[in-house]
C-alpha cells in the first residue's frame, strides 16, 4: 500500500515507473513541511505555495538521484530554504534589506504568539545541525512520526532515536541561546518546533503533483505523440521512413569521417600556434632569469644596508598602525579587556569548550582541539583519582529529607588538593602552549566557576565538576525519563544542592549509580 510506503520506495517509484499516485504521497506527506518553512522565510502565503510548487519540480526533475534516501524530509527542507533565499533575493533586489526587516520584524511582534520572533531563525538553527539529527527532528515534529516509526526510518534503536531527538532539541536551544535569546533546553525548542508546523492549503497537493509530473514527464510525452503519429502512417511513409533508415548508416559514416578531418586539420593548427607560444614564452623566461639575478643581487644590497641601519637602532621598533577592516567579523580591542569578560570557558561537566570562547580568543581549529584534549586529559586523571577515593556509606537522617534508604545514596569523598596540586599545573601548562600566555590567562579566567584555579579558593557552586574539598555525597532516585538526578554534598565550609544531567554523572560515581542514570534516561510513562 503506497500512504504506508517509505520514501524511498515512493521515490524509486516515480523514477523508474513515472507513477503520479506515487507522487502524490510523497506531496501530500511533505508538503506541510516544505509550505510552513517556505512561509518562515518569506512570511506571504502566496510566496510560499509558488516556492512549494517549485521544490517538488526540483524533486520530480532530480527524484533518479534521491533513491538511496530513506526518507527525503531532511531533503526537502533544505531545498525549501534555498529556493525561498533565491526567491527574496529576486524580489527584494530594488528595495532595501533594511527597510524589509524592518517590516517582517514588526509582523512578528503583532502576532499573538511568544513564539513568533523566534521563527525566522529557526531553519538556521536546524541548517546548523547534522543531517541525522535534523531528519530525526523533521520526522517528529514537522511529520508526527512515532519514535518506532523514526527508529526504523533512520535504521536505529527506538532508544537511540529518542536520545537523538533530545540531543538535537539541546543544539537548538543552544543556537538561540548563543545569540542573546535564553530559552530552556528541551520543552521550549520543542514548542517552537511545534509551533512552526503550519498546514499549507488543500489544494496545493494535486496542483504541485500536475505540474511536477508535467515538468518532469515532457520527454515521455513526446515520445509517446511521435508513437502515435507513427501508427496514422500510410504503406507509403513506412517504405520512405525504411529506405532512409537504410541510408542512415553510410549518412553517419560520411558525416564522421568529414568530422575526423576537420578535426585533424583544426589540431594542426593548434600546434603549430603551441609550438609558437612556447618559443615565446621561452625567450620570456630568459629575460625574466635575467631580470631576477639583477634583483637578487639589488637585494642582496638593500638587505646589508638594512641590517648596518638596524645595528644602529636600539633594538624597539614602532607598533605597525591597526587599519580597521569594515568586512571583517571581529573587532580588535585592547588586550587588558580580555581579562574582564566574563565568559565561561566550559559548558558542562564534560568540560567541553564553549563557542564564544573559541571566538573571543580567535582560536584555531589546530589550537580548539589541543584546548579540548588537555581537558579531556585531565578529566579523565581527575576521575580516575576520585574513582579511588569515593566510599559508598549509610545516609544519615538529614539527608534522607523524606525518602527512603533505598531511594537515598550517600557517598564519602575525602579532600583531592594533592593530586590537583599535581594535576592542574600540567594542564595550565598545556593550556598556555597552545594559546599562548595573554590568551590563557582569559582562558584560566572562565575556568573559576568549573574549577578551583588554586589551594586558596575555598568555596563551590552548582556549576562546578572539579572539587578539592572533603564531603559528603548524596543522590536520590529520580522518576523514570526526568534526564535530571537530585543531589547535593556537605562540607565543613558549606553544603548545596542541585539537579544534574543524568547523562553528566562524574565517572567515578557511574559504577554506584548506572541503574538510576538508566533510568533517569528511559522513556517517561505513558509514551
Known amino acids: 500500500m503506497l500512504a504506508m510506503a517509505p520514501d524511498r520506495e515512493l521515490v524509486a517509484a516515480f523514477a523508474t515507473e513515472a507513477s503520479e499516485t506515487a507522487f502524490q504521497t510523497l506531496v501530500a506527506r511533505h508538503v506541510d513541511l516544505v509550505y510552513a518553512t517556505a512561509l518562515r522565510q518569506v512570511g506571504d502565503p502566496g510566496w510560499a505555495e509558488e516556492i512549494t510548487q517549485n521544490v517538488f519540480i526540483i524533486l520530480a526533475r532530480k527524484a533518479p538521484r534521491l533513491g538511496r534516501l530513506e526518507t527525503i524530509g531532511g531533503w526537502l527542507h533544505r531545498t525549501a530554504i534555498l529556493e525561498s533565499k533565491a526567491r527574496l533575493r529576486a524580489e527584494l533586489r530594488r528595495r532595501r534589506r533594511e527597510e524589509v526587516a524592518a517590516e517582517n520584524i514588526s509582523i512578528q511582534v503583532e502576532g499573538s504568539s511568544p513564539f513568533a520572533p523566534l521563527l525566522p531563525l529557526l531553519d538556521e538553527a536546524l541548517l546548523d545541525l547534522r543531517d541525522a539529527d535534523r531528519s530525526a527532528l523533521v520526522l517528529r515534529f514537522f511529520e508526527a512520526r512515532s519514535l518506532r516509526e523514526i527508529g526504523e526510518t533512520l535504521g536505529v534503536q527506538e532508544e537511540a532515536a529518542r536520545k537523538r531527538i533530545a540531543r538535537a532539541l539541546d543544539r537548538i536551544a543552544e543556537f538561540f541561546q548563543e545569540r542573546g535569546v535564553s530559552i530552556p533546553a528541551t520543552s521550549?525548542?520543542?514548542?517552537?518546533?511545534?509551533?512552526?508546523?503550519?498546514?499549507?492549503?488543500?489544494?496545493?497537493?494535486?496542483?504541485?503533483?500536475?505540474?511536477?509530473?508535467?515538468?518532469?514527464?515532457?520527454?515521455?510525452?513526446?515520445?509517446?505523440?511521435?508513437?502515435?503519429?507513427?501508427?496514422?502512417?500510410?504503406?507509403?511513409?513506412?517504405?520512405?521512413?525504411?529506405?532512409?533508415?537504410?541510408?542512415?548508416?553510410?549518412?553517419?559514416?560520411?558525416?564522421?569521417?568529414?568530422?575526423?578531418?576537420?578535426?585533424?586539420?583544426?589540431?594542426?593548427?593548434?600546434?603549430?600556434?603551441?609550438?609558437?607560444?612556447?618559443?615565446?614564452?621561452?625567450?620570456?623566461?630568459?629575460?625574466?632569469?635575467?631580470?631576477?639575478?639583477?634583483?637578487?643581487?639589488?637585494?642582496?644590497?638593500?638587505?646589508?644596508?638594512?641590517?648596518?641601519?638596524?645595528?644602529?637602532?636600539?633594538?624597539?621598533?614602532?607598533?605597525?598602525?591597526y587599519r580597521w577592516d569594515d568586512s571583517s567579523e571581529v573587532a580588535r580591542v585592547p588586550k587588558k579587556f580580555l581579562q574582564k569578560l566574563d565568559v565561561t570557558a566550559v559548558r558542562n561537566g564534560r568540560g567541553e569548550v564553549t563557542r564564544q570562547i573559541k571566538e573571543i580568543l580567535q582560536m584555531t581549529e589546530g589550537e580548539a582541539q589541543s584546548v579540548q584534549a588537555a581537558l579531556d586529559n585531565f578529566l579523565r586523571e581527575y576521575n580516575a583519582a576520585l574513582a579511588k577515593a569515593i566510599r559508598p556509606v549509610q545516609p544519615n537522617p538529614r539527608e534522607l529529607q523524606g525518602h527512603s534508604e533505598a531511594d537515598t545514596r550517600v557517598f564519602e569523598v575525602p579532600s583531592l588538593q594533592e593530586h590537583l596540586r599535581e594535576l592542574r599545573p600540567k594542564l595550565f601548562a598545556q593550556l598556555e602552549s597552545a594559546l599562548g600566555p595573554e590568551r590563557f590567562a582569559a582562558f584560566q579566567s572562565g575556568l573559576r566557576n568549573w574549577m578551583p584555579l588554586d589551594d586558596e579558593r575555598q568555596g563551590f557552586n552548582t556549576g562546578m565538576a572539579i572539587f578539592d574539598v572533603e564531603r559528603r555525597v548524596v543522590v536520590y532516585r529520580p522518576e523514570p525519563g526526568a534526564r535530571l538526578m537530585a543531589w547535593g554534598f556537605t562540607a565543613k565550609n558549606g553544603s548545596m544542592s542541585a539537579a544534574l544531567k543524568a547523562d553528566e554523572i562524574p565517572d567515578a560515581y557511574r559504577n554506584y549509580l548506572q541503574d538510576w542514570i538508566s533510568l533517569a534516561l528511559s522513556e517517561p510513562p505513558g509514551k
Not at 224 to 229: D, E, S, T
Not at 253 to 263: F, K, W
Request: aromatic share 4%; hydrophobic share 50%; net charge negative.
Open 188 to 321: 521550549s525548542a520543542a514548542a517552537l518546533l511545534t509551533h512552526a508546523v503550519q498546514a499549507a492549503p488543500a489544494s496545493l497537493v494535486n496542483s504541485i503533483t500536475q505540474a511536477s509530473v508535467a515538468a518532469a514527464g515532457s520527454s515521455a510525452t513526446a515520445i509517446n505523440l511521435l508513437a502515435l503519429q507513427f501508427m496514422t502512417f500510410t504503406k507509403a511513409h513506412i517504405v520512405l521512413i525504411g529506405l532512409f533508415v537504410a541510408a542512415a548508416p553510410l549518412l553517419w559514416q560520411t558525416g564522421v569521417e568529414n568530422n575526423l578531418q576537420r578535426q585533424q586539420t583544426d589540431a594542426d593548427e593548434n600546434l603549430r600556434a603551441a609550438r609558437f607560444q612556447l618559443a615565446a614564452v621561452e625567450a620570456d623566461v630568459l629575460r625574466e632569469r635575467a631580470d631576477l639575478a639583477e634583483l637578487q643581487k639589488s637585494s642582496g644590497q638593500v638587505n646589508d644596508r638594512l641590517n648596518s641601519a638596524l645595528r644602529q637602532l636600539d633594538g624597539q621598533s614602532p607598533v605597525p598602525a
